[in-house]
């Protein structure tokens, strides 16, 4: 045996919890939690309606990997709310699953020889891509979702490529490891240490069963879930998401007491430019161009709907009640029966998300609007006063605040 002291020596590795039971329990888990992770993931990103580039989208030649893109319904309307808070709360909880993972087959990441054979070279470049992706996919996903977007831009690329290079390695290791994985956790527990093996060949005395191990792991993933998961609500149960970022402004109560992105100061709203003497929309179109003021607003039909804000980061609210103007009503007036897609450009100057596109299905859903109320009451400055989109089932991104313009028409 080789120098017991190296961390390439399997009696380098002591503890008695590793072993093809545990790491498979934990394997089962993933094969399933990352699939659900990855399903939901490419739904975010169609969602997103990236075909609407370059205005939604940045995403350099996503070609072949946007294959699956498809035109985002709007029904039902918390559709999104469902599939980010999924993706973004079961991708949190995950975490402890994921390093305990990790942790039970560190060994291998040791073993000598780097490679016995071509095969076995392959299945470890094949390792590198899995644990490398996976770790990078976690790392970009928390970091986006904690830290408010810091990479500005390079996001949605950064953790959209990374999925299919993580996918394609996880697919191909859960093809070669599952029917191993199944059989170890039924039992076949006690068969001789082999070579390779990941049982330790010295284990130090237990401390903690492998059971008693797995219910940490599962309770440090349900801590995680119990502090995650209330922010997808308003109110007091918003208050339990301990991890959720608070930062920004505190909604406070009140009609606009729900969920604040980005404020609008720190947008950089001048009030001067959203009162009812200086704010016009203007609405571009077949028909020209059409400037409407506030009260020209609001002698058109005004409609309701009750609809949640759902924002990529895995946030949402509960339905609040928006009034205003139906976005297909606008699309008329432009001079279009059938409402064809449309760019909302804000106020704001400068920022990721002063603008954004949105097709067709979503201009003409009867529950799309422009908003000029929130329950009840005027839109506050910070939800965008003097008006927001809002579409059912659309990330919040798509939901643009301090609208000054709306392009019907061909996007390019
Ligand atoms: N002009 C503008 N509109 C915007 C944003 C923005 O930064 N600027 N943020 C978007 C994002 S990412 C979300 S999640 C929602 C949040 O809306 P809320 O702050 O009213 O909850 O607004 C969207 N509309
Ligand atoms: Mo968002």
Known sequence: MSDQRLPT?????????????????????????????FVT????????????????????????????????????????????????TLGIALIPVLLAKLWSVVPRLFALPPARSLAHALERISLLLLVGGGLFEFTTGVLNVQL??????????????????????????????????LRNVRGLRERPRAEGDLRSPRPDPPTV??????????????????TTAGRDFDGPLRRTALLAPHGG?????????????????????????????????????RTGIVRLSRADLLRMPLNSAALPIACVEGWSTSDQWWRGVRLRDLAALAGYDDAP???????????????????????????????????????????GHPARVIVPAAPGVLNTKWVARLTFGELR
């Open 148 to 181: 408010d977007y810091v990479f500005p831009g390079s996001f949605y690329p950064l953790h959209f490529y990374g999925a299919w290079v993580f996918f394609a390695a996880f697919l191909a290791h859960a093809a070669l490891k599952t029917p191993a994985a």
């Open 341 to 383: 897609d449309v760019l909302v450009e804000s106020l704001q100057r400068h920022g990721a998300f002063r603008r954004a596109a949105l097709r067709a299905n979503q201009v003409r859903d009867p529950l799309s609007l422009l908003a000029l109320y929130v329950n009840g009451e005027e839109l506050t400055p910070d939800h």
């Open 249 to 285: 402004a505190e909604p406070g109560g009140g009609p606009g007491g729900f969920q604040i992105n980005k404020t609008a100061a720190y947008a950089g709203i001048d009030p001067a430019e959203t009162g009812d003497e200086a704010w016009r929309l203007v609405v571009t179109g």
């Open 41 to 88: 993931g490419l739904v975010s990103y169609a969602a997103y309606n990236p075909g609407l580039s370059p205005v939604n989208d940045q995403t350099p030649g996503k070609g072949l990997l946007g294959f699956y893109l498809f035109t985002w319904p709007t029904r039902p309307y918390w559709l999104y709310r469902l599939t980010q808070g999924v993706h973004v």
């Open 209 to 226: 069963s492998r059971r008693g191990a797995l219910w940490l792991v599962g309770g440090g993933s349900l801590l995680l879930l119990g």
């Open 9 to 37: 020596s399997p009696g380098f590795w002591r503890s008695p919890l590793r072993g093809p039971w545990f790491t498979s329990v934990l394997g089962l888990v993933l094969l399933a939690g990352i699939t659900v992770l």
